[in-house]
Every structure is written in structure tokens, then in C-alpha cells.
């Protein structure tokens, strides 16, 4: 389920980008966003692209590796500083496409511990599992 953000202090260009990704189910590319967004003024992919990295630096939106694509945080619930949202879960259905993301203290606790073990200082992690989802 997708939650609306907070957008207060975010930009026009900010504020349209987490609303694509808002309303949309799967993930998209920059230029899937462009292309959306070009009826609002927004003209060029460095004006997707820098709303992006200030929505991902916000903890707004995720961005999934794989795919080359981004989507809203479904758990802003955690607050940005929390480990569990830095430390996000992807499950990707090989099938239709879906992404779900599944994090939680847990995961972010264990991540962490053996990052401990290696001494290596994690900033954030994003695990990507994929398969086939439930619908499919």
C-alpha cells in the first residue's frame, strides 16, 4: 500500500516526482517520470534527476538497483534516521514486475551486526530478492 508523504518543504518538481511515484504500482525510471511530468513543465531528465536524489536523500523514495528505477517509500512511517529505512528489502516478481518492500529493525539489526563482524561501517544497504509474488 502506498502512503501519501508530507510534501511541505519539498519543491514543485520535488513534489510532483513523489506524487508519480505515489500513485504508481510499479517502479519507475526517470524518464518514465519525464515523460509523465512533461504536461507540468518539467522538461528535462536533470530536472527528474536532481528531484530524485534530494527525495532519496529525504528518505522519501528508494532506489531500486536492479531495475534502474525508483519508488516511494512505503515504511516512512520509521522516521528517516531509522536503520529499518535506510536498510531497505526489495521483493522483485520476475512475473509482473512488482516490487514490494519489506524491511523492518530486524533486518536493518542483523545488517548491521555483520557489517559489525567485518568491520565495516555500513551507511545503508539494499538487498533486492527476487521470484515470483503471491499474485502470480
Known amino acids: 500500500m502506498k502512503h501519501s508523504h508530507d510534501i ?3 519543491t514543485r518538481n520535488q513534489a510532483l516526482v513523489l506524487k508519480a511515484l505515489e500513485k504508481s504500482h510499479l517502479p519507475l525510471t526517470a524518464y518514465v517520470i519525464l ?5 507540468h ?3 528535462a531528465p536533470l530536472q527528474v534527476y536532481r528531484a530524485l536524489d534530494k527525495l532519496v536523500e529525504l528518505g522519501l523514495v528508494h532506489r531500486v538497483e536492479s531495475m534502474n528505477a525508483f519508488m516511494a517509500c512505503s515504511h516512512h512511517g520509521h522516521g528517516h534516521d531509522s536503520d529499518a529505512h535506510q536498510d531497505a528489502v526489495f521483493m522483485i ?11 523492518d529493525d530486524k533486518t536493518a539489526a542483523v545488517l548491521r551486526k ?7 561501517v555500513l ?3 539494499s538487498i533486492e530478492i ?5 499474485k502470480c
Do not use: Q
Request: aromatic content about 2%.
Open 8 to 10: 511541505a518543504g519539498l
Open 35 to 39: 515523460d509523465g511530468l512533461r504536461a
Open 41 to 43: 513543465g518539467i522538461k
Open 93 to 103: 516478481c520476475d512475473s509482473c514486475g512488482t516490487v514490494r518492500e519489506c524491511s
Open 114 to 120: 555483520l557489517a559489525r563482524m567485518e568491520h565495516f
Open 123 to 125: 551507511a545503508r544497504a
Open 130 to 134: 527476487r521470484g515470483k509474488c503471491g
